[in-house]
């Protein structure tokens, strides 16, 4: 093991408080399908159900390897790990998404209804941090609906040159709902039905689908 190299264990909230995600010019395209989407949700359900406090068994996210080099122009450069983290990404997006309209649904005259929300709202708050870079005042207008992060602040950078459709996920992590996604994502010319749309939005709407079902 080169002695540059630094294993260490992190939790998932701690991973994604880093204020980049880079993908490098030479990674291979997203490429994750239905299964391995089906399997993470999957497995972050079962740990769920089977969580012991006392145990403090852990889910295991998956090794990841980063270049995190100080001064230089992207301090964290993401080498191993690029399917998990973009994945994940577009699951906190899919929350997200399902949390507003959760929170949409509920009478705000009953008392439980408005604990719930207050508790969707707690995460919604830590989503928004994990996917963006913003302020403590952004985050709590964003609650509010006062305010909406902008490209610049997006974690996710992709250079990659197999990425044909990289800003796909800049249109996918800053739409409001499902209809605006679809109406700004790309659709590509003579495909049919689904075929149209990049691997980005098409695991968007599978997950999300998974979220809504479970």
């Known amino acids: 093991m080169r002695n540059d190299i630094q294993p260490a264990l992190q939790t998932i909230k701690s991973y994604f408080e880093k204020s980049e995600f880079y993908i490098p010019t030479y990674q291979r395209p997203y490429a994750w399908q239905v299964p391995q989407c089906e399997q993470l949700i999957e497995d972050i359900n079962l740990h769920m159900e089977n969580f012991d406090d006392s145990s403090q068994d852990n889910y295991f996210f998956g090794a990841v390897l980063i270049a995190q080099e100080s001064g230089e122009e992207h301090e964290v450069t993401l080498i191993d790990g690029q399917q998990r983290t973009t994945t994940f990404m577009l699951l906190l997006k899919a929350i997200l998404l399902k949390i507003d309209k959760e929170v949409e649904l509920q009478p705000t005259l009953d008392t439980d209804a408005r604990r719930l929300v207050k508790r969707l709202n707690g995460l919604k708050e830590q989503i928004v941090t994990m996917l963006f870079n913003v302020s403590d005042d952004e985050k709590d207008d964003f609650v509010d609906g006062l305010y909406y992060p902008s490209d610049d602040?997006?974690?996710?950078?992709?250079?990659?040159?197999?990425?044909?459709?990289?800003?796909?996920?800049?249109?996918?992590?800053?739409?409001?709902?499902?209809?605006?996604?679809?109406?700004?994502?790309?659709?590509?010319?003579?495909?049919?039905?689904?075929?149209?749309?990049?691997?980005?939005?098409?695991?968007?709407?599978?997950i999300f689908t998974i979220c809504v079902t479970n």
């Not at 992590?173 to 039905?193: A, N």
């Open 153 to 206: 602040r997006i974690k996710y950078l992709n250079h990659s040159i197999s990425e044909k459709y990289a800003s796909e996920m800049t249109t996918i992590l800053l739409g409001k709902d499902l209809v605006s996604i679809k109406d700004g994502v790309h659709q590509i010319y003579r495909r049919q039905k689904d075929n149209r749309y990049t691997n980005f939005y098409k695991k968007t709407l599978d």
